[in-house]
């Protein structure tokens, strides 16, 4: 008999968070749309500052957009001299980590947080995301959760990763597959200083 047909009613997960992480949720949102949005990206550390305050551990350079939506700063954590682009979407109900000198352009989403679709509750599940160094997920990717990005990746545009990508490697499509690998000497060179 289906779930749907069952006598038995389903229990679905009503709260998933303690009431002191609403409350820290709801603050962050209050600070993105005032402080955060009004904060001018030629004023270093701002945007980074404002993250710190919430609990995230943000490196030094990092630039981070207007328009970048971090659902949980506490849980988030950024290398040197990472640039989050415009409308990047970082979905951290579990916890994101990107590398240094690592790019996430525009529109690109990276998500932390699923449902168990197999439990008729649909219970939420917080898969981390690690992301490597010297790593570019191009515009309007997806990465889903669970996902490792190994170092020096590339991400193609509008690519759907679901599961690893391997070091030094370059994917693209949905879902995202290996197009070639990278030449590591000449990916680490191009790369700013310290």
């Not at 002191?20 to 980074?48: C, D, E, M, N, S």
């Not at 989403?109 to 197999?118: E, M």
């Not at 070091?167 to 060179?189: E, F, M, N, Y």
Request: hydrophobic residues 40%; proline residues 7%.
């Amino acid at each position: 008999m289906s779930a749907a047909n069952s006598s038995t009613p389903v229990q679905r997960e009503r709260w998933p968070y303690s009431p002191p992480t609403y409350l820290r949720r709801g603050a962050w949102r209050l600070v993105w749309f005032t402080l955060w949005r009004v904060a001018h990206w030629r004023i270093p550390g701002l945007r980074a500052s404002l993250l710190r305050l919430f609990g995230a551990r943000v490196g030094r350079n990092t630039a981070l957009r207007a328009s970048t939506w971090i659902e949980m700063p506490w849980q988030l954590t950024l290398g040197n001299r990472c640039l989050i682009g415009e409308n990047v979407k970082l979905y951290n109900l579990g916890e994101i980590s990107i590398g240094d000198d690592t790019v996430v352009s525009q529109g690109a989403h990276l998500c932390a947080g699923t449902h168990d679709y197999t439990d008729p509750a649909f219970p939420l599940q917080r898969d981390p995301i690690h992301v490597g160094e010297h790593v570019w997920i191009a515009a309007d990717a997806f990465v889903g959760p669970g996902a490792e990005i190994g170092d020096g990746a590339v991400v193609g545009a509008r690519a759907v990763v679901t599961g690893n990508v391997e070091p030094w490697s370059v994917v693209g499509g949905h879902p995202a597959r290996l197009i070639k690998s990278r030449d590591r000497q000449d990916a680490t060179a191009e790369s700013p200083s310290a």
